[in-house]
């Protein structure tokens, strides 16, 4: 099985209940409002937590990824349920890596929680015996994916997926899947197992006026939550997906490790280095950098790494405006990969709404050999625990944009962007690293002549940075380049890189940040 094949794949198959218009539906006249999803979020807070369910039934207990796909989904009774405005949904699959059910209502129908095996077909060649016999009481679904006309008008593409814990998937126009994202994340990054909530109910509320209105009831062993959105798809004049996000969240006890709008992606390796991975293509990540958008005014940016062990990194920050995973490149060249598509991979941007105070965005990156595991999550941690016995509301906008810089967020006054780092051992001092960074400019404005600009490129504790330069470098698009040399002491493993490029006395590109540590092997 290979990654790629399971973000395009996975969603591709659906099974489930049947709704009202077909035999077998229950119809509910109970709420299934937005208000109603929060009180039973609160309610359910209020509780101690039930462990996890049993284990699913055969032959669902030991699906692998070829018989999972295996599952089809008839039309009209588990996939391709029109709710409106262009919308349809299909009900996806327990088994494989899903084994926790999900209750899922769309306007005005509710899903039953039995599973119905009349509802979907089995390839005989993974299931020569046919169709399991149930009954399948409360087995449900795994989740659920959403199909609009997102590129063309005359055909249904993907547009967003629910399915897994508390993990979903959105596109863009005209993009591929790359990153996720989740409802909530907790202890991720800690000392201990991470927590991953699961979501108990998915409730579309309606599509009155060509929005996707939805919600989530999200539960865990520290916490409950509910989280409210409403989707907005890209469309031919603005390509980005938008989600107006608004969680509720209320936590059982005192919680410390919480992770707000978290995202979670791929990279194995770049030009930026040091490369630890024998492959044809020079790079391969569904994002490449971490831009940050603090309340001090300024643009971080962080290109992302695959360190040789797990690397944590916080951002203080009081009141932040923007974060998120950026895939820069968005051109085949840059990945060479026809069938990964890795140029086509959306980025994800976090837009707070209201005072979110003081805390940090966080970064981890998980060490990775290959391409097939998320290895990279970034997310808000509040300062302050949280505590029980209240709300604790973040509303949010998740963008959902095309790969490549004309994506990103506005940022005022900056006329400059890295449109590439890369590094290597140094050629003069093999215990050393050569680093090498180009800029071009944001908009039409002409490039900044060298002489006008000062370099700022802190020392970092436990190394020393040598051989500064700042120069033009010609092509179909003439660049700024910057380039230094990073020399750590023998007893360091790590160390925090700081450059600025400033015009009088103002930053005139992003904060350019790097966690250097010691390759796999030892070396710098």
């Known amino acids: 099985m290979k990654r790629r094949d399971l973000l395009s794949n996975s969603a591709l198959v659906a099974v489930g209940a049947i709704f009202g218009g077909v035999p077998g539906v229950a119809r509910s006249d109970d709420p299934f409002g937005l208000d109603a999803l929060i009180t039973r979020a609160q309610a359910l807070a209020e509780q101690p937590h039930q462990g996890a369910a049993d284990a699913l039934p055969p032959p669902f207990d030991s699906l692998d990824y070829d018989m999972y796909r295996a599952i089809r989904p008839r039309a009209g009774r588990a996939a391709g349920l029109d709710i409106g405005a262009h919308f349809q949904a299909d009900l996806l699959p327990p088994g494989w890596l899903f084994n926790t059910p999900v209750q899922i209502s769309l306007p005005g129908r509710r899903a039953r929680v039995d599973f119905e095996p009349e509802s979907f077909d089995f390839d005989p060649r993974y299931f020569p015996d046919g169709a399991p016999q149930g009954p399948f009481t409360g087995l449900g679904h795994s989740g659920l994916r959403i199909r609009y006309p997102l590129n063309s008008p005359d055909q249904l593409d993907d547009l967003i997926v629910l399915q897994g814990a508390s993990y979903f998937r959105a596109l863009a126009r005209d993009v591929a899947y790359g990153l996720s994202a ?45 989280l409210i959105v409403h989707l907005r798809p890209g469309n031919a004049e603005n390509p980005e997906t938008v989600m107006q996000c608004d969680l509720h969240l209320f936590v059982r006890e005192v919680v410390a490790d919480i992770g707000i ?29 971490l831009v940050v958008d603090n309340g001090a005014g300024e643009r971080l940016w962080r290109p992302l790494a695959n360190p040789a062990q797990v690397e944590m990194s916080g951002f203080l920050d009081d009141g932040p405006r923007a974060f998120g995973l950026l895939q820069m490149p968005d051109n085949f060249a840059a990945f060479r990969d026809a069938e990964g598509a890795y140029h086509r991979r959306p980025s994800a941007f976090v837009e707070p709404v209201g005072a ?143 450059m600025q490029l400033r015009k009088a006395g103002r930053d005139i590109a992003p904060v350019w940040l790097y966690r250097w540590s010691r390759a796999v092997d030892g070396g710098p």
């Open 356 to 498: 979110w105070g003081k805390g940090a965005v966080w970064l981890l990156e998980i060490p990775t050999a290959n391409e097939y595991a998320d290895n990279t999550v970034a997310f808000w941690r509040p300062l302050d625990p949280l505590q029980p016995g209240r709300a604790h509301r973040f509303r949010y906008d998740l963008r959902w944009t095309q790969p490549g810089l004309a994506a990103l967020p506005e940022a005022a006054g900056l006329e400059l962007l890295p449109v590439n780092s890369a590094s290597g051992v140094n050629p003069e001092d093999t215990a050393s690293r050569l680093f090498v960074i180009d800029y071009a400019v944001a908009g039409d404005t002409p490039l900044p002549v060298p002489d006008d600009l000062e370099l700022v490129i802190a020392q970092p504790e436990g190394a020393v940075i040598s051989g500064q330069a700042l120069y033009r470098i010609e092509g179909e698009r003439p660049k700024l380049r910057v380039s230094f040399v990073l020399t750590p002491s023998e007893a360091s493993v790590r160390c925090e890189l700081r």
């Open 182 to 226: 989740r409802g909530l994340a907790l202890g991720t990054g800690g000392t201990g197992p991470e927590e991953f909530p699961v979501t108990r109910e998915i409730d579309v509320f309606d599509t009155n006026d060509g929005q996707l209105h939805f919600g989530c009831l999200i539960d865990s062993p520290r916490a409950a939550a509910a």
């Open 261 to 289: 709008a978290p995202l979670t992606s791929m990279f194995q390796h770049n030009a930026l280095g040091p490369a630890r991975v024998d492959d044809f293509r020079p790079a391969v990540h569904d994002s490449d950098v």
